[in-house]
T-cell receptor, first 113, second 115 residues
Framework: AQSVTQLDSHVSVSEGTPVLLRCNYSSSYSPSLFWYVQHPNKGLQLLLKYTSAATLVKGINGFEAEFKKSETSFHLTKPSAHMSDAAEYFCVVNSNSGYALNFGKGTSLLVTP | DAGVIQSPRHEVTEMGQEVTLRCKPISGHNSLFWYRQTMMRGLELLIYFNNNVPIDDSGMPEDRFSAKMPNASFSTLKIQPSEPRDSAVYFC?????????????FGQGTRLTVV
């Protein structure tokens, strides 16, 4: 079955420092991978997605993620954190059926001044 | 585009009452999903519709839950009777294509509290 594991439930960074949110996936075939962000009391917004076109994927708000098949990873990074980045981040993989999305447990990002 | 619209945003009800959550997907999208988010279980898919037809309802917890999509622009999720353990945030999402690479677009969610 397709699944993802988010390695950290909470990450805290200082404003202006780099962000790294880790995600490993399990897939029996080439997956489609996504990162979604959820701000407090808001819906989920797509940050970026990997669809095998390029291993380094650029998303919105300066985020990017690199697909590494050898490590079965899809970590999310940003060079410099902003206060507005504080939110819950979800790593997501398409399910075996193809139409549904399997969500990780989420990583809560805290950005301190 | 207004995005996926859910109503109500918040619902507080007493145990045993019927609850109906509503969703308007993005126009032109042919796939619709209902997800539930809880602290314990994270985000779970409840049911998936394609072209208004339920394709997979294996995630629906039990018979108390039912979902309908009478037309391409409207869907409901009903809980009858409601129980405190149903308290969660319920998200509706829609998608334009049924492919492996297509993301889903989420509504703001309905926060349900059953007391």
């Amino acid at each position: 079955a397709q699944s993802v594991t988010q390695l950290d439930s909470h990450v805290s960074v200082s404003e202006g420092t780099p962000v790294l949110l880790r995600c490993n996936y399990s897939s029996s075939y080439s997956p489609s991978l996504f990162w979604y962000v959820q701000h407090p009391n808001k819906g989920l917004q797509l940050l970026l997605k990997y669809t095998s076109a390029a291993t380094l994927v650029k998303g919105i708000n300066g985020f990017e993620a690199e697909f590494k098949k050898s490590e079965t990873s899809f970590h999310l990074t940003k060079p410099s954190a902003h206060m507005s980045d504080a939110a819950e981040y979800f790593c997501v993989v398409n399910s075996n059926s193809g139409y549904a999305l399997n969500f990780g447990k989420g990583t809560s990002l805290l950005v301190t001044p | 585009d207004a995005g996926v619209i859910q109503s109500p945003r918040h619902e507080v009800t007493e145990m045993g009452q019927e609850v109906t959550l509503r969703c308007k997907p993005i126009s032109g999208h042919n796939s619709l999903f209902w997800y539930r988010q809880t602290m314990m279980r994270g985000l779970e898919l409840l049911i998936y519709f394609n072209n208004n037809v339920p394709i997979d309802d294996s995630g629906m917890p039990e018979d108390r839950f039912s979902a309908k999509m009478p037309n391409a622009s409207f869907s409901t999720l009903k809980i009858q009777p409601s129980e405190p353990r149903d308290s969660a945030v319920y998200f509706c999402a829609s998608s334009p294509l049924q492919t492996m690479n297509t993301e889903a677009f989420f509504g703001q969610g309905t926060r349900l509290t059953v007391v």
